[in-house]
């Protein structure tokens, strides 16, 4: 069945960076974008922009621009999100969201990865 | 963008029907049929209920049903059941391969 399994929790201290991982498996990876959502400690959820799988080009929502990054590796069907001079404000739930292939919504959200930003 | 706008909570008894609005704009929900919903149990990842306003995933039960007038959509649920609670999300398409989503809404089964 299709899936999309994150790497395991973080605790970082202010001012360092953390690569989230988002490994799809189920289906071909290259035919699906992958979003990427924050949710903040008992808010909704917040899109912070795709990248296509196809083309490798990244789209990012407003306030998601300069220290966020998506990237992928084709070759083992991985997405990723790099945060780099993480603040306290960037401590939430960090979910991948497969996009629908031909449609405009999304379908399969990732098992979650929680960020943590303390001193 | 602007979060969607959702009631911050809502209840309703086993057996009964239950209605959460979203409300956005001219730019998102107003402008494209491609509203979805997503259901979050407490401690878990979202699963996606409703897509394009009113169509179900297979496997979601018919109990959910959408729906669309100008710039509010509205998620209902009708014979309630206790595993039904948890809290609900709308997004909405925005344009140019962009989404915005709700505040969310919690749901208690009384």
């Known amino acids: 069945q299709v899936q999309l399994v994150q790497s395991g929790s973080e605790l970082k201290k202010p001012g360092a960076s953390v690569k989230v991982s988002c490994k799809a498996s189920?289906?071909?990876?290259?035919?699906?974008?992958v979003n990427w959502v924050r949710q903040a400690p008992g808010q909704g959820p917040e899109w912070m922009g795709w990248i296509n799988t196809n083309t490798g080009i990244p789209t990012y929502a407003q306030g998601f621009t300069g220290r966020f990054v998506f990237s992928l590796d084709t070759s083992v069907s991985t997405a990723y999100l790099q945060i780099s001079s993480l603040q306290s404000e960037d401590t939430a739930v960090y979910y991948c969201?497969?996009?629908?292939?031909?449609?405009?919504?999304?379908?399969?959200w990732g098992t979650g990865t929680t960020v943590t930003v303390s001193s | 963008q602007s979060a969607l706008t959702q009631p911050r909570s809502v209840s309703g008894s086993p057996g009964q029907s239950v209605t959460i609005s979203c409300t956005g704009s001219?730019?998102?929900?107003?402008?494209?049929?491609?509203v979805s919903w997503h259901q979050q149990p407490p401690g878990k990842a979202p699963k996606l209920m409703i897509y394009d306003v009113s169509k179900r995933p297979s496997g979601v039960p018919d109990r959910f049903s959408g729906s669309k007038s100008g710039n509010t959509a509205s998620l209902t649920i009708s014979g309630l059941q206790p595993e039904d609670e948890a809290d609900y999300y709308c997004?909405?398409?925005?344009?140019?391969?962009?989404?915005?989503f709700g505040g969310g809404t919690k749901l208690t089964v009384l």
């Open positions: 969201v497969r996009k629908y292939r031909n449609g405009y919504y999304m379908d399969v």
């Open positions: 001219s730019s998102d929900v107003g402008s494209y049929n491609y």
């Open positions: 997004c909405s398409y925005a344009g140019s391969y962009t989404w915005v």
């Open positions: 189920g289906y071909t990876f290259t035919s699906n974008g």
